[in-house]
């Protein structure tokens, strides 16, 4: 409830309890969708700390039904990034996108190869998407369009649900807490390793262990479930976390 409306239900209202009692309740009200984005924005840290990112570096474990690795993932302002896995200590993985294509560099191999269309859509989406390089209100300046489509109760809570579309045609939606504020899920329909399996299914990623690095607010844990079986497909613990990092901006390029 905004502040206008507690102004209102002070001055008339509330001496009219009595006669009010049984009556329904009025429908709850939903803000615009700039109201949105501008609370959230609010809530993770502000326009200028989230304009001021200009580099990420992220220590991560990720858990899947049959492996455990960890990965180092780097992004900049520029949409670039680069993640490399490894297990037991040894690289075993490579890929990247260095702003205008993707590739893959394989264990045991020299150099890396070109990725496929698909691959390269999925990284550049993720590296754009909220919560790692830009914020929610710098999306559309970035040719992204969005859409509140509506609200929607999961798990007991209430969520504001944002459309996104990229210039690609690719389209997610954004749970945002309407008490926080906070983006709690996502949901699309995917492949999850898509250089892996092209089979693209509805995945939800939720989001949480929310924590405050340099000014901005970011998750520290998500799990990506099938919503068609329930299954959990990956979980993801985010061990360290630094902003506006020294970053060696030729780790983006393909390796030769």
């Known amino acids: 409830m905004g502040a206008a409306q507690h102004r209102i239900a002070g001055r008339v209202v509330w001496p009219c309890v009595a006669l009010l009692a049984g009556a329904p309740a009025p429908p709850r009200q939903t803000p615009s969708l700039d109201e949105v984005i501008g609370r959230h924005t609010a809530a993770v840290g502000g326009r200028a700390a989230l304009e001021a990112v200009h580099a990420v570096s992220f220590r991560l474990h990720i858990t899947e039904p049959h492996s455990a690795v960890d990965a180092a993932y780097v992004a900049d302002r520029q949409?670039?990034?680069?993640?490399?896995?490894?297990?037991?200590?040894?690289?075993?993985?490579?890929?990247?996108?260095?702003?205008?294509?993707?590739?893959?560099?394989?264990?045991?191999?020299?150099?890396?190869?070109?990725?496929?269309?698909?691959?390269?859509?999925?990284?550049?989406?993720?590296?754009?998407?909220?919560?790692?390089?830009?914020?929610?209100?710098?999306?559309?300046?970035?040719?992204?369009?969005?859409?509140?489509?509506?609200?929607?109760?999961?798990?007991?809570?209430?969520?504001?649900?944002?459309?996104?579309?990229?210039?690609?045609?690719?389209?997610?939606?954004?749970?945002?807490?309407?008490?926080?504020?906070?983006?709690?899920?996502?949901?699309?329909?995917?492949?999850?390793?898509?250089?892996?399996?092209?089979?693209?299914?509805?995945?939800e990623t939720q989001y949480s262990d929310f924590r405050a690095v340099g000014g901005t607010l970011h998750a520290f844990r998500d799990r990506q479930v099938d919503l068609r079986t329930g299954d959990v497909l990956s979980t993801t613990d985010v061990r360290a976390l630094e902003v506006n990092g020294p970053l060696d901006t030729t780790a983006f390029a393909r390796p030769q």
Request: hydrophobic share 40%; no cysteine; glycine share 12%.
């Open 79 to 203: 949409g670039r990034m680069r993640i490399d896995v490894s297990a037991g200590g040894e690289r075993v993985y490579s890929e990247g996108y260095d702003g205008r294509a993707a590739w893959a560099w394989h264990h045991g191999t020299a150099h890396g190869e070109p990725e496929t269309a698909a691959a390269t859509a999925a990284l550049r989406h993720g590296v754009q998407l909220p919560g790692k390089m830009f914020g929610l209100h710098e999306l559309r300046g970035r040719g992204i369009a969005i859409d509140l489509v509506g609200r929607e109760a999961v798990a007991g809570s209430d969520y504001f649900v944002l459309r996104l579309t990229f210039p690609d045609g690719f389209a997610t939606h954004l749970y945002v807490n309407a008490a926080t504020f906070l983006i709690e899920r996502q949901r699309d329909h995917r492949a999850l390793h898509p250089d892996l399996d092209p089979r693209a299914t509805w995945i």
